[in-house]
């Protein structure tokens, strides 16, 4: 099993900056896909961005050229730099990974975008 927890999340200006950070138990480089999700109540979680082992990124349209997604293998950690963030940004932020043909979800960071 492997344990994955969020930081970074708070409040924020709209224009502002953010940067989400995912330790996980497993070494970065043993875990194929890392990614970040989030949900707002009442809709499904979405995707906001992903990363493989091998480095390929994938993101959602509306995040394109604002957030980036990279790992620190040193740390086993996953980072996402949010940035020029707007209210429609406001969500739980969570972080995915998949281990050994499954996949392991943390608890969840909020970020709050004010405008």
């Known amino acids: 099993q492997v344990q994955v927890v969020e930081s970074g999340g708070g409040l924020v200006q709209a224009g502002g900056s953010l940067r989400l950070s995912c330790v996980a138990s497993?070494?970065?480089?043993?875990?194929?896909?890392m990614g970040w999700y989030r949900q707002t109540p009442g809709n499904q979680r979405e995707l906001v961005a992903t990363?493989?082992?091998?480095?390929?990124?994938n993101y959602e349209e509306s995040v394109k050229g604002r957030f980036t997604i990279s790992r620190d293998g040193a740390r086993n950690t996953v980072y996402l730099h949010a940035n020029s963030l707007n209210p429609e940004d406001t969500a739980v932020y969570y972080c995915?990974?998949?281990?050994?043909?499954?996949?392991?979800w943390g608890k969840g960071t909020l970020v709050t975008v004010a405008s």
């Open positions: 990363i493989t082992s091998g480095g390929v990124t």
């Open positions: 995915n990974v998949h281990f050994r043909g499954l996949e392991y």
């Open positions: 497993e070494r970065v480089s043993s875990l194929p896909v």
